[in-house]
Structure formats: structure tokens, C-alpha cells
């Protein structure tokens, strides 16, 4: 997931995905995260053996996969 939101030009700082004090979710993914001034998107992380998928409100589901990656 870095590659799609911290790897760019308008990239994201670590503490709009992570929790910085022992978050309830997978590498203190948080289960909310940021949006404008008002908002606050619930963040749904599953980690597994080789990766994990993410589901938020910004975006449609994405996973990813370090054995066969796939790029979006």
C-alpha cells in the first residue's frame, strides 16, 4: 500500500494511515484516517500471508501482494 499513497507526489505522511500508539488493526493501521477538514473515512485492513487489502471510502478495495504484484 506505501506505493500507491506514500510513493507519489501527493504522498501522505505515515500518520494518516498508522496509529502512533499501538493502533487495534494490523501495523497499527488506524480505523479511521483523515479527510479534509471535516471528514473521517473508516479504514477496513485485513493483513495476510503475503501482503494485505485495504477498504476505505476514497477509493475502490485494493490489495496487494509482494510475491506477484500487481500494479494499479
Given at each position: 500500500m506505501?506505493?500507491?499513497?506514500?510513493?507519489?507526489?501527493?504522498g501522505r505522511s505515515c500518520k494518516a494511515c498508522?496509529?502512533?500508539h499501538a493502533g487495534e488493526?494490523?501495523?497499527h493501521v488506524?480505523?479511521?484516517v483523515p479527510f479534509g477538514k471535516m471528514w473521517m473515512l473508516p479504514?477496513?485492513?485485513t493483513q495476510?500471508?503475503?501482503g494485505?487489502?485495504?477498504v476505505v471510502g476514497c477509493?475502490?478495495?485494493k490489495d496487494y501482494d509482494r510475491v506477484n504484484p500487481v500494479k494499479y
Amino acid at each position: 500500500m506505501h506505493f500507491l499513497h506514500v510513493n507519489r507526489e501527493k504522498g501522505r505522511s505515515c500518520k494518516a494511515c498508522h496509529e502512533v500508539h499501538a493502533g487495534e488493526q494490523a501495523k497499527h493501521v488506524r480505523k479511521e484516517v483523515p479527510f479534509g477538514k471535516m471528514w473521517m473515512l473508516p479504514v477496513n485492513y485485513t493483513q495476510n500471508k503475503n501482503g494485505g487489502s485495504c477498504v476505505v471510502g476514497c477509493h475502490k478495495p485494493k490489495d496487494y501482494d509482494r510475491v506477484n504484484p500487481v500494479k494499479y
